[in-house]
């Protein structure tokens, strides 16, 4: 039963009996006059003509745009709503996320007593740096949720004392956005600590392909400095690399990728880009593959995703235990994991890792049958084990039963849910401390007191005021029914080592202006 609907069951009582009284009510002739009170006469006054002003007024001064009243309360997204372009397919999930939470939050009262809006600023890919000087510009109190390739471009605009706006995005993906002293997000991404969980996991399972690696970047800056970030923390998970290429964002060979690859003996892959330049790679690989009859390539169902004989189920207690998991949070949604349905996987001879890009429910279903070697990174718990996580469902049912009925589940959108939660707790923090004020001033500084916080059990524990990432993550691989965990093996959990986490060296500067004075990396 929907959550909309639970509400609309529940609260029927109470509308039948106030319709109940409105009819009562109206059989009745109501006496609108009140008691009658005698006055005397009172005499009639000759009014008293008014001067004429002759003082010309002078310039009116424009009124102070907070995006805050004692009704309203209204935020700002910046998201790539232009689909259909050359460089991502837009974020348009994080657009709908914000109006799904917006939804949530004014359906339990409003935030501090206010009604939520929300305003789209379109990007258009490319115009990021317009998008933020408008917002800037506009009456909204905050950013929030935002999501935008180049959400470099106009930080500048942003932390000026003109505009200064508090910023809980859902993900800052370029080195200027994470080093914002006003940005804050509810699973951060730091310029010189990174995840190496996921290469040390599969070089220690995988130690022929981890030796053999190859990776290719987009000719992009965003996407470089990501890349060299993932190489220098995989190289310290244990990865060698044994090939890297650049590709162009149109019209790229990947044919010619493949064969390149081939011809360096790569066994493993790791990808940065986005899920659809994944898809044109892989394919292009399976049709080499078909090429080479003696080559051995893992169908879907033998291999790394072969289930092993036996009982497994204490040793994966013992080794959760080991790896500092999360304890189990996980039942069912829609399409839920049979606990037959996780897999540990065997050794097998290539493997290809991608990241968050590469989780979305209709990209599991285009890639499924072109090789079971394909693992998933992601830092959060996936849609297919909400149990009792109250806000994982609570994204799932508002974004489809107020929002958008088709609209797809992914972790764009809950990573927009996310660090809308952030604000949340940021607004009541400066609400609290103020005695019920509330400035942009007083949220930015909230912010900065939020160094423990887990996004109400989204994702593993971060301090986003000093844009500290989370250790936890887990691993995913797509089958023709679906995403399966592949490790940890058991439902709920993540892999929390505190090592999964490694200091950068090398690349820590990479897309950062030192000369700049808001150049810190404080998210």
Known sequence: MGLA??????IAPFVLTVALALVVAGCKTPDLRGPVVSSPELATPTP?????DTVVPGPTVAPVRSGVSDEVIRIGVIADGSTGNAVTGGSEAAWLAMRAWAQAVNSSGGLGGRDVEVV??????????????????????????????????GVDILNDESCRLPDFPAAALSPDRRASPVTFVSNPTSNTVWQAGPAQYLSDRFPDAAGAVGTVVLDLP?????????IEAAT?????FAFEATAD?????????????????VLGIIWSADSNRLTELLQARADLFEQLPTFEFPEPGDGPLATPEGDTSETDAEDAADAGETEPTADALEGPLDEGAVEEPAEGPTFVLCGVDCYSQSWAAEVAELGSDLWVSIGMLPFEEPGDNVELVRYVLFLREEVDEEAEVDLIGLSSWASALLFEEAVNRAMFSSGGGLSRELVIESARTIT???GRGLHGPTNPAEGIPSPCFLLMSPTPSGWIRRHPATQGT????????????????LGIDPSRPDSADSS
């Not at 965003?222 to 993932?230: G, K, L, T, W």
């Not at 993540?494 to 500067?509: F, G, H, R």
């Open 5 to 10: 609907r639970i509400l609309r069951i529940a």
């Open 48 to 52: 008293t003509p008014e001067p004429l």
């Open 120 to 153: 789209l600023f379109d990007t258009n890919v490319f115009d990021h740096r317009a998008a933020m000087r408008k917002a800037c510009e506009s009456d909204i109190f905050a950013l929030v949720g935002s999501y935008a390739l180049f959400d470099g471009d």
């Open 222 to 230: 965003v996407s470089f400095y990501r890349a060299q970030r993932d």
């Open 236 to 240: 310290a998970g244990g990865f060698n």
């Open 249 to 265: 964002v149109i019209d790229e060979d990947y044919d010619a990728l493949a064969s390149a690859m081939l011809e360096a003996n």
């Open 452 to 454: 423990e916080w887990d």
């Open 494 to 509: 993540m892999d929390c080592d505190s090592d999964n986490l490694v200091e950068l060296v090398e690349s820590a500067t």
